[in-house]
Structures are given as structure tokens and as C-alpha cells.
């Protein structure tokens, strides 16, 4: 495994906000779950088109980490499993364009509530609340993301930050907190 030590750090960290039941394995149930959890945060009306549209998100996320992650015997994802998963795919030279580009249009296509290409640090702090991070972390936490103090995060931030989620050995670089503060 090619990963760093804080590479590994923070893919735990999202693994335990994807881990809704704590089993320490990801199953389809613990998107569902999420998926509730998550909509109801934003508001969003079970057979909505905005609940609809975060589900199918999500499970299409669920679906391709399925494929590709290995399961184990009782078809779940296992934390090694999701690091060796995250190790191949951190290694493709498309993954920091094409891979990017493609979770930072998932969050918008999740929690930009209001359409304005613009993530709020309302609608951000729904999304870090269905990933169990704490009220106390939530503020301290977008205020390391928004890099140009607008109050608002956009695409280009985003790509950003997740680009030193993925990539970064600072242990310093905002992008590490994206999914929460990583001990």
C-alpha cells in the first residue's frame, strides 16, 4: 500500500462518516441510512424530486465502491478493502481531474439546497451532521474550508480542498477537514 499514514488518517475518517451503524464495514444499508439521515437534515421530502436525486447520488457512490472495492463474504466493505480501493485509485492519473471533479459534483449535486453553485455554510453543516461530526467541530471546521472568506464555498474551492484531502501530507492543509477534524 502506497498510502501515508495521514492519507490512511483521513480515508478512516470517511469511512466512520459513511459507517452509519459503527460496524466498521460499509454495506448498502449504511447508505440508506445515511440517505434518511441526510435528507431529512436538508428538508427533502421522501419520493421528492430533491430526495430522489440525492438517493440515487449516493447509491450510484455505493454502487461503483461495491464493484470495485472487494467485498467480504457477508458483502460489505471493509476498512481494508476501502484503503486498498482509495490506494488504486489515488494512482490513476485521471482520478485528480476526472475523480475530483466527480465528488465535488456529487456535494453540489447533494446540498447546494438553493441552487447557487455556491455551498453555505448551512447547507455544508447538514451534510458534516449526517457524517456524525459534533456542533462543536462543524464551525471551526468550514471556517478552515472557506479559503477565500466569502462565507460560501465554491467548485473551485472544493476541488481544492478535496485535492488535499486525497493528496496532501501536510497535516495542516484545509483540505484535510473537509470530513472532520482528523486526530
Known amino acids: 500500500m502506497t498510502l501515508t499514514e495521514l492519507q490512511q488518517k483521513k480515508l478512516k475518517k ?3 462518516a459513511y459507517d452509519f451503524d459503527s460496524s466498521q464495514s460499509l454495506a448498502k444499508s449504511d447508505f440508506e441510512s445515511f440517505i434518511g439521515d441526510l435528507t431529512s437534515k436538508l428538508e427533502y421530502q421522501k419520493g421528492s424530486a430533491d430526495y ?9 457512490f455505493w454502487n461503483g465502491l461495491e464493484q470495485k472495492a472487494g467485498l467480504s463474504p457477508d458483502g460489505e466493505v471493509t476498512l481494508e ?9 489515488l494512482l490513476d492519473e485521471n482520478f485528480p481531474s476526472a475523480g475530483i471533479d466527480y465528488g465535488v459534483n456529487l456535494i453540489f449535486n447533494i446540498i447546494d439546497k438553493d441552487g447557487d453553485d455556491k455551498i453555505s455554510l448551512e ?29 460560501s464555498l465554491s467548485r473551485e474551492e472544493l476541488k481544492q480542498l478535496y485535492h488535499d484531502f486525497y493528496y496532501s501530507n501536510d497535516p ?11 486526530a
Do not use: C, M
Not at 478493502?81 to 485509485?89: E, K, T
Not at 447547507?123 to 462565507?151: A, F
Not at 495542516?172 to 482528523?182: E, Q, R
Open 14 to 16: 470517511l469511512f466512520d
Open 52 to 60: 430522489q436525486r440525492v438517493e440515487s447520488e449516493l447509491l450510484e
Open 81 to 89: 478493502a476501502w484503503l486498498s480501493y482509495f490506494d488504486n485509485l
Open 123 to 151: 447547507e455544508y453543516t447538514q451534510l458534516l451532521k449526517s457524517w456524525k461530526i459534533s456542533d462543536s467541530e462543524v464551525s471551526g471546521i468550514y471556517s478552515k474550508l472557506d479559503l477565500n472568506g466569502d462565507g
Open 172 to 182: 495542516d492543509a484545509p483540505g484535510n477537514s473537509i470530513h472532520g477534524l482528523v
